[in-house]
T-cell receptor
């Protein structure tokens, strides 16, 4: 596609429910990144993929968070047993390849998650 | 460890005046530096980057940034601000040998007509 797409754009859920957030990167981009942006805050790195592998999962806040990427394309971020502090905008970005001078990240519009 | 600081939470400037949004960084090796802009309810939009070469980098919408190695800074500039430039600006850094890009906390720019 022309840009990074994310779905849903908005998600309201009840505390304790599981949610899945989807990211579709720019065609041909092998690297994919997930960030979290809390209200009025900067970006918090969560995880990145090079192809289908996730070399760095250090940013995942807890074991309730997981992510996968299949076919080197679409990625899903799953949050289990959601808590109110999970409320944030979840941003996805992709780049040609992770690291190096060509790694310029292009962002999707984000998914706004609200946990009631 | 790498880090980036945007010392101003907010910058106010009158339309037509020059603007500067400040950024300083810390990396162990050589830096790759980026500026992004975020409009309300939107994702981040890439403005420009410094990889190597000329210290003055030109980007989208008339923005430019100057890499200063001795001061470890990468300030964003525009000669004449527009009201439509009002947005949240993020500076980011990555070590040339690394894979993780670190973003600053953001600076909110207000341009008054």
């Amino acid at each position: 596609g022309a840009g990074v797409s994310q779905s849903p754009s908005n998600k309201v859920t009840e505390k304790g429910k599981d949610v899945e957030l989807r990211c579709d990167p720019i065609s041909g981009h092998t690297a994919l990144y997930w960030y979290r942006q809390s209200l009025g805050q900067g970006l918090e790195f969560l995880i990145y993929f090079q192809g289908n592998s996730a070399p760095d999962k250090s940013g995942l806040p807890s074991d309730r968070f997981s992510a996968e990427r299949t076919g080197g394309s679409v990625s899903t971020l799953t949050i289990q047993r959601t808590q109110q502090e999970d409320s944030a905008v979840y941003l996805c970005a992709s780049s040609l390849i992770a690291g190096g001078p060509t790694d310029t990240q292009y962002f999707g519009p984000g998914t706004r998650l609200t946990v009631l | 460890a790498q880090s980036v600081a945007q010392p101003e939470d907010q910058v106010n400037v009158a339309e037509g005046n020059p603007l500067t949004v400040k950024c300083t960084y810390s990396v162990s090796g050589n830096p790759y530096l980026f500026w992004y802009v975020q409009y309300p309810n939107r994702g981040l939009q890439f403005l420009l980057k410094y990889i190597t070469g000329d210290n003055l980098v030109k980007g989208s919408y008339g923005f430019e940034a100057e890499f200063n190695k001795s001061q470890t800074s990468f300030h964003l500039k525009k000669p004449s601000a527009l009201v439509s430039d009002s947005a949240l600006y993020f500076c980011a850094v990555r070590d040339e040998r690394g894979f993780k890009t670190i973003f600053g906390a953001g600076t909110r720019l207000f341009v008054k007509a």
